[in-house]
């Protein structure tokens, strides 16, 4: 607990005796000047001054604790105010394009009610988001929880199926599940041996993956093609990746800093080898912030945090990478008829390119990325409907090199070569006739034929 200092105490003490010296009234009496009044006098002085000196004590012992639960309270309150003010502040605003850009502070407010529990609070203010932003199916589906629990259960469902049919974030998706009396995806088996009678198309998920579109992609290739369609859950932690905008930070900073006297001072009183800070990126981070700790704990956390957000920017892993990873790990399980294709959404790229959909080695393996077909990558809105038809026709595209075709050139085709995301919508969900017969006879399947082909 904390003290109250050793010269306030002596002096406290000091003024007590001096008192209990000096007095000559108690209760309007004369005390005699001898050694036993004395001693009684000073003693009766302290068993009433004494209490009052313990309270104050106490008093001066409470007072920090007091003062840090006050100032906790304070700062949770002023934090709802601010985050209040900045809400309404937007839900004013008389220029729409305005305050649309400024929206997340509704947001912010909103899950600031949401974590305490004020759902029904919460509610206006998501609607006021809502009226800028519609197309934010997280608040839409909290919404949609709001009307349920009022009991507006039609209304609830409503824009719970349209959350379920366009949100591309599982998270999402599970908030409104019970509101449409729906399971939760079960999960994919791990990795195992099977023996397929026959080809058969092993979807092999990499890394996080959206459940429920891997599901729905397994169900139209399989009607499609009338070729068995597994899913297999592979490999959660992948090898690092090949660029990474974290990678590109460390490098850009580490020469200044390193540089810097102060911190040369510090490795050295430390007795840290600056050329390792060179190579080891992880031991650059956890040493700046160390070293910031010494003199300002809220910048060490700042460059802590903002070192975590770049690793998750901008991450992008070489095909060769992980292609190599998959073989490994499938090796002692995959058999002759496997037909597997990897689906991530981690963002792939090789040698000769900023980026690509997906990379194929024929008659071994295929893996698509659907990063960049999502909504949030490209500045659209969320609409899984889309994210799905542009992983099939990236499917179709793949399949036909997995079984040793060449590229396509007839526009109506989802094989043919995109160069751009708008060039690959303008392909169709089905194949050329040529394209469609030579996997036919290939695989011995009769692929579905597009109405115009019939």
């Given at each position: ?41 000073i ?20 007072m ?94 409503d ?79 992948l ?16 020469g200044?800093i ?57 991450q992008q ?38 980026y ?8 071994a393996?295929?893996?698509i ?5 999502m ?66 006879k ?13």
């Open positions: 607990m904390p003290k109250l200092s050793s010269n306030l105490h002596n002096s406290f003490l000091m003024r007590l005796l001096r008192s209990a010296r000096n007095d000559k009234t108690m209760s309007g009496h004369v005390i005699a000047r001898n050694e036993v009044t004395k001693q009684s006098h003693c009766r002085i302290l068993q009433v001054l004494l209490p009052v000196y313990f309270l104050l004590i106490l008093v001066f012992c409470a920090p604790f007091t003062a840090n639960a006050l100032s906790i309270g304070n700062t949770v309150s002023d934090d709802a105010a601010r985050l209040k003010v900045a809400a309404e502040s937007v839900m004013t605003q008389a220029n729409n394009v305005t305050a649309s850009s400024d929206v997340d502070h509704i947001w912010n407010y909103v899950d600031h009610l949401w974590a305490n529990d004020q759902q029904i609070e919460a509610k206006q203010y998501i609607e006021a988001g809502l009226s800028l932003a519609p197309f934010n199916y997280k608040y839409q589906a909290k919404l949609a929880l709001i009307l349920a629990k009022q009991g507006n259960n039609a209304e609830a469902f824009r719970a199926s349209i959350v379920y049919q366009k949100s591309e974030d599982p998270a999402t998706v599970k908030l409104i599940l019970g509101l449409l009396g729906k399971d939760d995806a079960a999960p994919f088996k791990p990795v195992e041996k099977i023996e397929f009678a026959s080809p058969t198309v092993v979807l092999l998920t990499i890394g996080d993956i959206n459940p429920l579109l891997v599901k729905e992609l397994q169900h139209k290739i399989s009607d499609f093609s009338g070729l068995a369609t597994v899913v297999l859950s592979g490999p959660q932690v090898p690092p990746p090949d660029r990474s905008y974290f990678k590109s930070e460390i490098k850009r900073m580490r200044t390193l540089a810097m006297p102060e911190v040369s001072a510090y490795l050295a009183t430390s007795k840290i080898d600056a050329a390792e800070l060179r190579t080891n990126d992880e031991m650059f981070v956890q040493t700046m912030i160390k070293f910031l700790e010494q003199s300002n704990q809220a910048a060490a956390d700042s460059f802590g945090k903002n070192m975590q957000l770049a690793k998750l920017r901008a892993w070489k095909y060769d990478t992980l292609r190599d990873y998959i073989i490994e790990k499938v090796k002692n399980f995959r058999s002759q008829n496997w037909l597997l294709v990897g689906v991530t959404e981690c963002d792939l790229f090789m040698e000769d390119s900023n690509v959909f997906a990379g194929t080695n024929p008659h393996q295929a893996i990325s659907y990063k960049r077909f909504g949030d990558f490209n500045n659209e809105p969320q609409n899984r409907k889309r994210l799905l038809a542009r992983l099939f026709k990236q499917f179709l595209s793949v399949f036909g090199f997995l079984n040793g075709m060449i590229r396509c050139t007839f526009p109506d085709c989802a094989r043919v070569f995109p160069r751009t995301l708008a060039e690959h919508d303008e392909k169709p969900e089905h194949l050329c006739n040529d394209c469609r017969q030579t996997l036919d290939l695989l011995k399947i009769s692929i579905q034929k597009p109405e115009k082909q019939r």
